[in-house]
């Protein structure tokens, strides 16, 4: 299991990515729902500071200290640099924790930074991109990357034996390059992202919180249209996860996931619409 996420706008948001053990963002009900799986993060990335994004914070630091796991293990935290309310929670979080078992980080981040998540040859790291979301909230947007190597260009089109008979001359290096892969990219709360800034990452979680245009009273959020043709212009190549739907359309999914089928019968990439309000489980 890959991804196990929770989605309710307004009410809460996260998203477990076990690959590199990472939560982003922790709305409420997170450490209650993860169980023991909570001892297996080791760094939580905060989108922003709205309260369906951060409080479940308060249970989870709670649940690493308390309940039956490595209550050693250190813990970090990262959030978007400036943002008032988590340095609000932050001060309750340090107030309310004074015994903790294990050490707790807070690090605030920038739009462009990275954060190394491995080290060795297939390195990963995460970066942050920027996101808009309402007026006066600091917020981030998150890929995270693996360095990978392959054959440069004038390479690519050798028969495999010319290829074979190059390395076994000792050229492989000079025929190869590393290149940064986006294996997972998540956009938190936030009108339609810039494409460029996840093209061509495997799993793409974006703001979908509006099925219908005419329902956004302001330029908030992304629809579920814009958030598709961000995918597509991104060139996802495995998944688009629509996640933040309001509740309204709790009964809606599968109508527009049949609609979506007729007029796009041949999308290069699986299409999820998280129902509200329900675990969901991405293998
Ligand atoms: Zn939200
Ligand atoms: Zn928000």
Redesign the pocket.
């Known amino acids: 299991m890959r991804i196990i996420l929770f989605s309710k706008?307004?009410y809460a948001?996260w998203i477990y990515y076990s690959p590199d053990r990472l939560l982003f963002d922790a709305g409420e009900g997170v450490s209650s729902v993860l169980g023991n799986k909570a001892f297996a993060i080791e760094r939580v990335f905060l989108s922003h500071g709205?309260t369906?994004?951060i409080t479940g914070l308060i249970g989870f630091i709670n649940i690493r200290n308390s309940g039956m796991g490595d209550t050693e293990k250190p813990l970090y935290i990262y959030y978007p640099k400036g943002n008032w309310r988590i340095s609000e929670l932050m001060n309750y979080i340090h107030r309310t924790n004074r015994n903790l078992h294990y050490s707790l980080e807070w690090i605030p981040l920038d739009a462009g930074q990275r954060v190394s998540l491995f080290e060795g040859q297939n390195e990963r790291y995460l970066e942050t991109f920027p996101t808009v979301h309402s007026g006066g909230e600091t917020s981030l947007g998150f890929n995270v990357v693996e360095v990978r190597t392959r054959l440069k260009l004038d390479y690519r089109d050798l028969p495999q034996s010319e290829i074979v008979n190059l390395v076994r001359q000792g050229k492989k290096e000079e025929m190869s390059e590393r290149y940064p892969k986006k294996l997972f990219s998540y956009s938190g709360?936030s009108i339609p992202l810039d494409p460029t800034v996840v093209e061509g990452t495997d799993i793409l979680c974006h703001d979908s919180t509006f099925l219908v245009e005419e329902e956004r009273d302001a330029y908030k959020h992304a629809t579920f249209s814009e958030a598709l043709e961000v995918a597509l212009r991104a060139g996802v190549q495995e998944v688009f996860i629509a996640m933040?739907i309001s509740t309204r359309y709790k009964r809606d999914l599968e109508r527009v996931q049949e609609q979506l089928h007729k007029e796009h019968p041949k999308l290069p990439f699986k299409v999820i619409l998280v129902p509200p309000g329900r675990v969901f489980t991405y293998e």
Do not use: G, S
Request: glycine share 0%; no cysteine; proline share 0%.
């Open positions: 706008a307004l948001n709205h369906d994004h709360d933040h």
